[in-house]
């Protein structure tokens, strides 16, 4: 077995604590060794369910840690940016929560800090390095369902807590940056293109200002489109179709993909409408959270290229970035 990368983490974080460190913890290149939180107890409890070495009463004394060679920065929306620039600073690599940023202009100072320290930074779109987003590129580049020329996703839970950060309009919160960003991320990867102009239809919370229910359109080059609707106040619900001249492509559980489950991706024909031409694949049960640790890690290790850099990202949040602008104007906005 090779040389494994050190990894710590800024906060105890419950995406980190619940589902990335535990499934990091699995990989073959990847170890967490310490995890730090502003508050020493809070880390040190972290760090005994979870069986990382050390634990830092504030991100300051992670970053100093030699030993560390990586970051993963799961913090609220509006901590991205600043501690992402904090840990390329320190010489350490950055594999940062979605989204990268509030807006595409702040996530864009991270093109200077990242050549800056020579280390490698990136958007933590755990869904593209699942092998069911693998094999749904793949079939779309083969011709099987024809041309691709339409994307739909919805994408929904229900959160009425006003303490939640996805809850708090100050920081970031709001189904758009939380969610709709997987629509965005998705259709790009799909597409391999990016959107010109985008619109979106916004209903917004009264009481937390959030957005909580979002219906997006963003036009590609070609006449391609891709609607979505996303929600922080729907029944939990997610789904993607992509449509082709000749078929459709269903991915089934596209972005919470169960670790273990050998998630399913159906391929229409469309024979009929009772889906008698329906060829369903299963793809191999696997953690997207291991997976996506470890190609960051091999990254590191010099064992491969990066394939998502911090300008996939940062075009990601340029289209967000319209949708919102549409969102208040009611028109089209440029990308």
Same mark, same amino acid.
């Given at each position: 077995?090779?040389?494994?990368? *050190?990894?710590?983490?800024?906060?105890?974080?419950?995406? =980190?604590?619940? @589902?990335?460190? #535990?499934?990091?913890?699995?990989?073959?290149?990847?170890?967490? &060794?310490?995890?730090? $939180?502003?508050?020493? *107890?809070?880390?040190?409890?972290?760090?005994?369910?979870?069986?990382?070495?050390?634990?830092?009463?504030?991100?300051?004394?992670?970053?100093?840690?030699?030993?560390?060679?990586?970051?993963?920065?799961?913090?609220? !929306?509006?901590?991205?940016?600043?501690?992402?620039? @904090?840990?390329?600073?320190?010489?350490?690599?950055?594999?940062? %929560?979605?989204?990268?940023?509030?807006? *595409?202009?702040?996530?864009g100072a991270?093109?200077?800090?990242?050549?800056? $320290?020579?280390?490698?930074?990136?958007?933590?779109?755990?869904?593209?390095?699942?092998? /069911?987003?693998?094999?749904?590129?793949?079939?779309?580049?083969?011709?099987?369902?024809? %041309?691709?020329?339409?994307?739909?996703?919805?994408?929904?839970?229900?959160? &009425?807590?006003? !303490?939640?950060?996805?809850n708090k309009?100050?920081?970031?919160?709001?189904?758009?940056?939380?969610?709709?960003?997987?629509?965005?991320?998705?259709?790009?990867y799909i597409?391999?293109?990016?959107?010109?102009?985008?619109?979106?239809?916004? +209903?917004?919370?009264?009481?937390?200002?959030?957005?909580?229910?979002?219906?997006?359109?963003?036009?590609?080059?070609?006449?391609? /489109?891709?609607?979505?609707?996303?929600?922080?106040?729907?029944?939990?619900?997610?789904?993607?179709?992509?449509?082709?001249?000749?078929?459709?492509?269903?991915? %089934?559980?596209?972005? !919470?993909? #169960?670790?273990?489950?050998?998630? $399913?991706?159906?391929?229409?024909?469309?024979? +009929?409408?009772?889906?008698?031409?329906?060829?369903?694949?299963?793809?191999?049960?696997?953690?997207?959270?291991?997976?996506? =640790?470890?190609?960051?890690?091999?990254?590191?290790?010099?064992?491969?290229?990066?394939?998502?850099?911090?300008?996939?990202?940062?075009?990601?949040?340029?289209?967000?970035?319209?949708?919102?602008?549409?969102? @208040?104007?009611?028109?089209?906005?440029?990308?």
């Amino acid at each position: 077995m090779g040389r494994k990368v *050190a990894w710590g983490v800024l906060s105890t974080a419950k995406i =980190g604590t619940a @589902k990335v460190i #535990p499934a990091m913890q699995q990989g073959v290149a990847t170890v967490i &060794a310490a995890i730090a $939180s502003r508050d020493l *107890a809070s880390a040190q409890a972290a760090a005994t369910q979870l069986g990382i070495p050390k634990a830092y009463g504030s991100y300051e004394e992670l970053l100093a840690d030699p030993a560390i060679e990586a970051i993963y920065n799961p913090l609220p !929306n509006h901590l991205h940016v600043p501690w992402t620039l @904090k840990a390329l600073a320190a010489g350490k690599h950055v594999l940062c %929560e979605k989204p990268i940023g509030l807006t *595409a202009e702040e996530a864009g100072a991270l093109i200077a800090a990242r050549d800056a $320290s020579g280390k490698h930074v990136a958007e933590a779109f755990m869904v593209r390095f699942h092998p /069911q987003w693998r094999r749904a590129r793949e079939i779309v580049r083969s011709g099987e369902i024809g %041309e691709v020329r339409a994307i739909q996703t919805a994408f929904s839970y229900f959160n &009425a807590d006003p !303490n939640n950060v996805r809850n708090k309009a100050d920081i970031g919160g709001g189904g758009l940056l939380d969610i709709g960003c997987y629509a965005v991320a998705t259709a790009r990867y799909i597409f391999g293109a990016e959107p010109e102009r985008a619109a979106a239809l916004v +209903d917004f919370d009264p009481a937390f200002g959030t957005d909580r229910l979002t219906s997006g359109l963003l036009a590609f080059p070609g006449g391609r /489109q891709v609607t979505f609707t996303c929600s922080t106040q729907l029944v939990s619900y997610q789904r993607v179709q992509i449509f082709g001249t000749k078929g459709r492509l269903e991915v %089934e559980i596209p972005f !919470n993909a #169960p670790p273990g489950y050998g998630c $399913s991706i159906g391929i229409d024909s469309g024979k +009929d409408h009772f889906g008698s031409g329906i060829r369903r694949e299963t793809v191999e049960a696997c953690d997207q959270y291991t997976l996506q =640790g470890d190609a960051f890690s091999r990254i590191i290790l010099g064992d491969e290229a990066q394939e998502f850099g911090i300008e996939d990202a940062i075009a990601n949040m340029r289209a967000l970035d319209a949708l919102a602008r549409s969102g @208040k104007s009611g028109g089209f906005e440029r990308v």
